[in-house]
């Protein structure tokens, strides 16, 4: 008999492993993935990256480096978060295997067994896991179209104790709601952490993929704000804006923070692909990012547009939807009680899969919802597979 | 005040990571490091692998992969790995971010807070903070010329209740001590722990390294031998045979233990740098391999060799050492209750350093010990710098 910790029986597969393999199944047209397409990797500027490393950097690329990340990248990548305002100067900045490692890190830092932490419902999947993998108790807060409903969070702070450990929020194009939040909720939820001692984790990979520049101004992050009397600990990923093969995030946090996560990433992993951070560095710092995002936004903005128009066109009346202004995902919330399950076993028979709504509730329960992603399919496959989906939705409703 | 996880309060500060900085600084010789010298990599392999891959395999290197690994790696590993008499078929793979990841994964599914788990003293100090930060109580073996003292293996067994959640060793060419573990102990290992529900951590990271062929069959794997009754978790690295940058490891362990380091992993980083797996696909299907490893150990042991000669020559007497046949490391035994670490700083003040042993004791106390590696400096630095350890040495005793 084996002897696992205990902390293990806590982790149940879920249905994403599965959902992968279709997902990459041939003839399959799917709206699962939170992936970028393969067709949009700027392989052109990869080569011109590795054509231009010195035999230096090909060394550095293959040593060892040190725990929070290579030099040259932790300076290219600081500028980059400088100029969205963040305060890079007054927190230390660590690189990760992908931001998930960074979450990871973070739930570990925090987390005792049993120890209540704060999400969303809906929540991004990654995070739950890696929570759930600490014992956490999740305390759920629904979200609405402008964030999380700050009435329930007030009733969940006033009822929750022990104190939550932290509260982990998704700000912009959220995995999986598609929403943004309103700078009027982001300046309640610091009113109602000032001071708690309940540090905020803000989980921030989608924000550079917006379809329309004037939302850029109140997609302000928490950390930019840099509000006072509460530890702010952001996380990135180059995955959404060169390649998530690369593996590599970033978190910012407060000093004292940081030491903790140092230790715990030393244990984890030593120190993340450098081969992976010199390729983002030369991306960061030869400003190949900006033309590469000018041409991924455009194109995330016409599949996003038509994922709109086909879900309007085909729909049935009892689906509705927040219309994405950018990221990867729009959430159909179907009528109370629907099992979207049923609704992905008919898909699947049609030949196209999306992610049920349970996925996401950090519960597992409820499932009269489901993400269609738009990331990983162009618009003719989208005007193809729209109406399918609808199909199975008619056919259970 | 920050709420930590109370297993956080376990993880310190190591001389490690200030170590590490010293012996990269320049006009500094370092005898400290465990990784291959930045001339040893294969660079112009790795751009006749660039150059090979076609634009469907840079998408690949760019983009998530299935958490165990890209099928192509699993597949030429798993020929790499059953040429060396590995059981792969009966058992499953893993591609990990460096083995480390795959210890620290093993130590998430076996240690609850308190669990014993056995280690050699002197222990890797990677495995050691692995197994720290999940707050595992050290249940030590002395290691001897050939291996773990199997009398004090049989006593701590005998004496340790709760009974360990695993025993944990390197069998070749031991990190730090330098050692290959003989038939006859790893015979006895086995024959100990047969039936008791005590797995073993395998860790070989540096058998490909041997200056000997005629060392080859002696340096047999406990997996390969695969024992009845004993769960056996084996894990290996690509570091030290192409580049620790790439972060790229593996473990190959029973379908029921893997089960639940998939679901680990999962929550760690999803899945492996896609990138570095497409390069070292490559490296093992084109069989690179074989030419590099030839060139490798012939250097390796070149240097081996001067060091040898080198700490034959001016070491005092009362110094004394197993002759390294492969790896990286050579250990040096000091006169007993003698302090390494006044040694380093009387070796620091004259421009060079190595590793104190305390830092590879599970307990961090017995220091008359201390590590030389010979992996990261020719011959020419090898005889300039241990004249000058000696010398240090001298001053102390």
């Given amino acids: 008999m084996t002897r696992f910790a205990s902390s293990v029986s806590n982790l149940r597969s879920s249905e994403i492993r599965d959902l992968m393999s ?82 990871h890190i973070l739930a570990k830092a925090f987390i005792d067994p049993g120890d209540p932490v704060l999400v969303e419902t809906p929540s991004f999947i990654g995070a739950l896991s890696a929570f759930r993998a600490y014992d956490a108790q999740f305390v759920t807060v629904p979200l609405k179209g402008d964030g ?20 982990y929020y998704v700000p912009n194009f959220h995995n999986p709601a598609g929403i943004i939040y309103s700078e009027e909720v982001k300046r309640q939820i610091i009113e109602l952490l000032k001071d708690q001692d309940i540090p905020i984790i803000e989980d921030d990979v989608y924000s550079d993929l917006y379809f329309y520049e004037e939302d850029v101004p109140k997609m302000q992050l928490i950390k930019a704000m840099d509000p006072e009397g509460i530890d702010v600990c952001y996380s990135g990923s180059f995955s959404k804006i060169l390649g998530p093969g690369l593996r590599l995030g970033w978190m910012l946090v407060p000093e004292h923070i940081y030491k903790k996560c140092e230790l715990i990433k030393q244990s984890i992993d030593a120190c993340s692909p450098s081969i992976s951070q010199v390729i983002a560095d030369k991306f960061l710092r ?105 199909e199975a939705i008619r056919e259970v409703c």
């Fill in 22 to 103: 279709l997902a990459t199944a041939p003839n399959i047209i799917s709206f699962a993935g939170g992936m970028p397409g393969n067709e949009l990797f700027p392989l052109e500027t990869l080569d011109k990256i590795y054509h231009s490393l010195t035999e230096k950097e090909k060394q550095l690329a293959m040593q060892y480096g040190p725990t929070n990340g290579l030099p040259a990248l932790l300076e290219s990548l600081s500028e980059y978060l400088e100029a969205k305002g963040l305060p890079v100067k007054k927190n230390r900045l660590m690189i990760t295997t992908g931001s998930l490692q960074g979450i």
């Fill in 286 to 390: 030869e400003d190949y990012i900006s033309d590469y995002l000018t041409t991924t936004r455009k194109e995330y903005k016409k599949r996003g547009l038509a994922m709109i128009e086909a879900l309007e066109k085909y729909l049935p009346e009892c689906v509705s939807f927040e219309k994405p202004r950018g990221g990867f995902y729009t959430w159909l919330k179907l009528p109370e009680g629907t099992d979207s399950t049923l609704i992905l076993k008919k898909a699947i028979e049609k030949g196209v899969v999306f992610v049920t709504g349970k996925t996401f509730d950090p519960d597992g329960v409820k499932n009269d919802y489901m993400r269609v992603s738009f990331c990983n399919t162009d618009v003719e496959t989208i005007q193809k597979g729209i109406p399918i989906i609808a």
């Fill in 148 to 167: 999380m409903d700050i009435q329930k969070l007030k009733e969940k702070l006033e009822t929750t104790r022990p104190k939550p450990k932290f509260l």
